[in-house]
């Protein structure tokens, strides 16, 4: 078994339940990881038997950036199913951080995280 991560996905998207957050949009993180056997791919060092990183990174944007939701936690939830939707993986963690919140206090970020096992398959 292996992890392959994506650490830190930035992209710009239209999140949140304020009308303005809806409008002016905001900066958005995100982390993907992916379990799978690494064997597959590693016994003949062949794309064909790994998770693709681009194709992840590739749903992880269009999801940011062309779909809005209220919460993060559906943001982040809905990756996580089309993830695992779209790759043969034992287990996807994703993780949606938002910089900038309105809540009246310091802080670097709120996050949401969603675990999702390969069984879980809609």
């Known amino acids: 078994m292996g992890k ?3 650490k830190n996905l930035v992209f710009y ?3 949140g339940v304020q009308d303005y957050e809806k409008e002016l949009g905001g900066r958005f993180e995100v982390d993907i990881t992916v379990a799978y056997p690494f064997r597959r791919a ?8 790994a ?9 992880a944007k269009a999801m940011v950036t062309t779909r809005k939701y209220h919460l993060i936690e559906t943001l982040a939830d809905h990756i996580a ?3 695992v939707e779209q790759f043969d993986v034992d287990e996807v963690r994703v993780i949606v951080r938002k910089n900038k919140v309105p809540i009246d206090a310091v802080l670097d970020y709120v996050e949401a995280e969603v675990i999702r096992k390969g069984t879980d398959r809609p």
């Open 4 to 6: 392959l991560t994506l």
């Open 51 to 59: 998770v693709d990183y681009q194709k992840v990174y590739e749903v």
């Open 13 to 15: 998207g239209y999140h």
């Open 81 to 83: 199913d089309a993830i």
């Open 42 to 49: 590693a016994r003949e060092d062949y794309l064909a038997g």
